[in-house]
């Protein structure tokens, strides 16, 4: 079921003619739930007399159509195909004449309640509890559900927006804002942008700077916590532009999100969202700041054509996060973090994509699924190792970079596909008639579309590894005695190294004696029990699960119900589906949520718990 000839998630005709442009008027309406108001989108043919736009559409209410021109605005006749869940309908627009050069449609619209792609938060659900919320997500084709568009990366478009609501509260988008008064913001995005970019949060926020060209944006009952946290930020930055060159986009804003937010964060081109679960108080989760950063060039300058082409931007902005962190940090730092990210991998593909093995390709095939359904670490972590492995294999960074830096020159403000990627890379290194046995070294067929871990992991310095090692050793082959008189004890770790341990001490088949002692034991030897650091939490919470510690319960619903963050809460819910006695639990405790989840992450959860 490929829906277009471009793209096999969208219905969109983008290869007849491609939106360019789009002018938005939205009111926020917090008594309904839904966004009101018009879209002009801005079309260019790409091919001569076209007579019919197909655009993605997800639930929307379409009140009228109509072309505008010089005289007016003409009715123009429209209709909605059927609804495919996780997909969307396709909206059919009649031109009275073949077309060919501009035309520009306005559409005038309301979104549905439960439109995939908006949270609408009540006052109780904020950290204020006096004023209700709404954001956005996107990233992949939910704008689908927000607006009638071409919802395809393959398609770019600038936009400008006003924003109506009510006074309250503060709007912001994923653009400049270039005006504001009480209840009514004017943005403008003048880069062209795919539709997973656009993005818009209303609330009662406020905002602190932290850098030259950066706000952090928060809950007034975090932003100070906020700032601190992200005070790195200008230093990302600058390293960011070392690597991959100019930044372009004017402003580098943060916001801090409410905890339903589903990912650790969202690269909104000038207005990055995060999850509050990166607030660890020692900046030990920051480096994800460093990711989104990345994205300023990898996948929002250069961006995948399609989302089975996914690894074009997550797995080159992982790099581009390593080579971050080992400037600030380190090169041993570096390969920490990416050793790190390989025990996620490990975990992923034995969990999360245990019967879908074919997810685990770095090019996938959604002709038949929808790409929430493929989403996982695989793009990010076995794309990042793939270009690790080819920067080893030419002669490491000094050779590497440049390339690098040429490629995101070469395709800045368009969408590739791993072709042209791979063009580049044999049109650079073949200069130097030497490289040609190396380019033959590569396996293209396997590192694309072989299943699993990837067939080749980097020599990566393990000094900082080996402590992780040998905590982990302990723990999973001695009983609670032995460790309490262990030396190791008395040794430090970062808490990057902690994370790690927990995560290599999880993978292991067997853990010897493990109860409920011996996790205490392991909580007060590295001061976990009062740690505020979310991923070392959600390690320890799934090590009652592997007990099977139902005493322990309670502590595992409140740390599932205080963030709904996808990567913490599918692995938690679907181990508890394996544990008998606590899947009825899960289950109740799912139900009683799932409203506070955005619809992406309660639909995977749904998968997780089948049900």
């Given amino acids: 079921m490929r829906l277009s000839p471009i793209d096999p998630s969208s219905y969109s005709n983008a290869h007849e003619l491609i939106i360019y ?25 790409v091919r001569n007399d076209v007579e019919e736009i197909f655009l993605d559409t997800s639930e929307l209410k379409i009140a009228s159509v109509a072309a505008s021109s010089s005289g007016g605005e003409i009715p123009l006749s429209w209709d909605v195909g059927t609804h495919i869940e996780n997909i969307g309908s396709k909206l059919t627009i009649y031109l009275p004449t073949k077309t060919t050069g501009e035309i520009s449609v306005i559409i005038q619209y309301e979104t549905d309640p439960k439109a995939s792609a908006l949270q609408w938060l009540t006052a109780q659900q904020t950290c204020g509890k006096q004023y209700p919320y709404l954001f956005s997500q996107c990233q992949a084709i939910h704008a689908r559900s927000i607006v009638p568009c071409q919802d395809t990366p393959a ?42 970019l656009l993005a818009i949060v209303v609330g009662a926020l406020v905002e602190k700077e932290i ?33 991959c060159g100019p930044y372009v986009w004017g402003r580098y804003d943060l916001l801090v999100m409410p905890p339903s937010f589903p990912f650790g964060g969202m690269e909104n081109p000038c207005l990055t969202f995060v999850t509050p679960t990166l607030l660890a108080g020692d900046k030990s989760l920051a480096t994800v700041v460093a ?51 390989l ?50 294999l030419f002669g490491g960074p000094e050779k590497f970079e440049p390339f690098f830096r040429n490629y995101l020159d070469k395709f800045k403000y ?28 590569i396996d293209w067929d396997q590192w694309l579309f072989g299943e699993g871990m990837p067939p080749v ?6 000094s900082q590894l080996n402590a992780c090692n040998n905590h982990c050793s302990l723990w999973a082959e001695q009983g609670v005695e032995v460790i309490r008189a262990s030396p190791l004890l008395s040794e430090q770790l970062t808490s990057v190294q902690t994370i790690e341990f927990l995560a290599q001490l999880l993978a292991k088949k067997t853990i010897k004696e493990l109860n409920a002692e011996k996790i205490e034991l392991l909580e007060k030897a590295y001061g976990i029990d009062g740690t505020k650091n979310a991923e070392i939490r959600f390690r320890v919470v799934r090590l009652y699960i592997r007990a099977k510690l139902m005493d322990k319960m309670n502590k595992i619903l409140s740390f599932l119900n205080s963030n709904f ?41 749904s998968k997780d718990l089948d049900i």
């Fill in 343 to 392: 025990s996620e991998l490990t975990d992923c593909i034995k969990t999360q994509l245990a019967d879908t093995p074919e997810l685990t390709k770095l090019v996938v095939d959604l002709s038949e699924c929808s790409p929430d359904d493929a989403f996982s670490s695989v793009p990010y972590v076995k794309g990042s190792t793939f270009l690790r492995y080819l920067e080893d």
């Fill in 291 to 341: 990711h989104e950063i990345a994205h300023s060039w990898t996948g929002n300058l250069v961006t995948n054509r399609n989302f089975e082409h996914f690894w074009l931007n997550e797995g080159f902005t992982v790099f581009v996060e390593g080579k971050i962190v080992g400037r600030l940090f380190g090169s041993a730092a570096r390969d920490l973090h990416a050793l790190h990210q």
């Fill in 414 to 441: 368009q969408s590739v596909l791993t072709e042209d990627f791979k063009k580049a890379l044999y049109n650079w290194f073949r200069e130097n008639p030497n490289n040609d046995v190396l380019l033959e070294r």
């Fill in 155 to 196: 398609v770019k478009f600038t936009y400008n927006a006003t924003l109506r609501h009510p006074s309250y509260v503060t709007g912001l988008m994923s653009a400049v804002k270039k005006a504001s008064e009480p209840g009514l913001s004017k943005f403008e995005q003048k880069i062209a942008i795919p539709s997973y």
């Fill in 21 to 45: 442009h789009v002018d938005l008027d939205w009111k926020v309406n917090f008594d309904k739930s839904t966004l009101s108001g018009s879209a002009t989108l801005h079309f260019k043919t």
């Fill in 565 to 605: 963050r996808m990567k913490f809460v599918r692995s938690i819910y679907k181990e508890l589906a394996m544990w008998p006695e606590a899947k009825p639990i899960a289950v109740e405790n799912f139900y009683k949520v799932k409203d506070q989840m955005m619809s992406v992450c309660a639909y995977g959860v």
């Fill in 457 to 462: 992991i980097p020599n990566y310095d393990r």
């Fill in 211 to 243: 850098g030259p060209i950066s706000s952090v944006w928060a809950e007034q009952e975090q932003i100070n916590e906020s700032a601190e946290e992200f005070s790195q930020t200008a230093d990302f930055i600058a390293k960011a532009e070392e690597i």
